[in-house]
């Protein structure tokens, strides 16, 4: 479960499951045309579809253990979750009552959520650093940075479409966008706790850690340095598209243009994070 490929389905489940939330509770419900929530959730559909398939592998190699349970449960819970959201995004497209789409995209956001379980105790099982309750808080704290960062995007751009929506909205979502570095700092630190990866590995398995991850991730706390500097520009972003929102107008423009960059930078975050998940 230490293989890249899992890195990779954490971030795109974390997104997924901090962007449906996002889609589903916040202000913009009922106040921004559904065509907003179709191409969201059709987004989070798919983030969730490619954690299932980049998870699949690393699940495989668990035959035969314990934890191979809990990788299939996990597995089932990602499916479900970008199978609800696709029923909710067709829901929305046919015009049905939108409150059907809404309860669809919230139990696909709980059921996102349920699948951070078994992960989480399978990182219990292999010792990972505050047991199950910690794997899960991180993984909660990636989706909050993830999640209001992809969602804020989209946003962004939806001010294209619909010209005259206020600016409230995209307020909203910028403070968001500071609660979500709140979090991201948060996962960052908890990852300290972790070990660096390959530590305490030797012989064959130190033999092919060293071969799966970059040298520089290797180095002390290199991963925590890279994380919180990625993180102080996700910062000061932020504090632009609070302003920027604020002005409405044209500079919602520039705001989409400074969620473009954090797109492109909390990835970044998370991976750094994440590659100590399993220790």
Known sequence: MTAPATILAL???????????????????GKVRHGYEIL?????????????????????SLEGSEAAARGELTLTLLLVTAGATALAVIVLAVKLPPLIARLLGVGATLTGIASFVPV?????????????????????????????????????????VERRLSNRYMVWMAWANVGAVVAGLGSVLLSARNPIPCE????ADYAQCVTTFAPILRIGSMTIVLGLGVLALLALISGFNVKLAKEGGRSIQASTGMFYLAVILAPAVEFAAKVRYFG
């Open 40 to 60: 969201n959730a059709a987004t989070v559909a798919l983030l969730a579809w490619g954690a299932w398939g980049a998870l699949r592998g690393p699940v495989g």
């Open 120 to 160: 989480a105790m399978i990182r219990a099982d292999m010792g990972g650093a505050g047991g199950a309750l910690q794997g899960f808080v991180e993984l909660l704290l990636g989706a909050g940075l993830m999640g209001g960062i992809w969602v804020g995007m989209i946003l962004g751009h939806w001010y294209l």
């Open 200 to 203: 305490g590995l030797t012989g």
């Open 11 to 29: 971030v795109l489940a974390m997104t997924a499951v901090g962007g449906s939330a996002l889609i589903w509770l916040a202000p913009t419900w």
